[in-house]
Nanobody
Framework: QVQLVESGGGLVQAGGSLRLSCAAS????????MGWFRQAPGKGRDFVAA???????TYYTDSVKGRFTISRPNTNTRYLQMNSLKPEDTAVYYC???????????????????WGQGIQVTVSS
């Protein structure tokens, strides 16, 4: 079992930055690839970014490329640095642990075994 807890969300003005953190307990992150998803009101849960278990491979959805960076500062923590935030980035953000699809270059929800509780990110215009 892996328990995931997100932190670092909040309210920020457009153009600002936030850093989300996902902390793992139980089995370590090193056994899993890890990703971030987000869900805006009335919409589905969308892939945002992912990092392989060894930290060598990262994937991003097109809308965040060049603005967001996923990183692996230590074995049990993953960051999502979000810069140049836009109002359309407003959503509940979830971290998840699972297996990357290297062909599609994403972490899919159905391949994610463990999820955090989610954290709100609100970007005001």
């Amino acid at each position: 079992q892996v328990q995931l807890v997100e932190s670092g969300g909040g309210l920020v003005q457009a153009g600002g930055s936030l850093r989300l953190s996902c902390a793992a307990s139980g089995r370590t992150f090193s056994s899993y690839d890890m990703g971030w998803f987000r869900q805006a009101p009335g919409k589905g849960r969308d892939f945002v970014a992912a990092i392989s278990r060894n930290g060598r491979t990262t994937y991003y959805t097109d809308s965040v490329k060049g603005r967001f960076t996923i990183s692996r500062p230590n074995t049990n923590t993953r960051y999502l640095q979000m810069n140049s935030l836009k109002p359309e980035d407003t959503a509940v953000y979830y971290c998840a642990a699972g297996d990357l699809d290297y062909g599609l270059r994403v972490l899919r929800p159905r391949d994610s075994d463990y999820w955090g509780q989610g954290i709100q990110v609100t970007v005001s215009s």
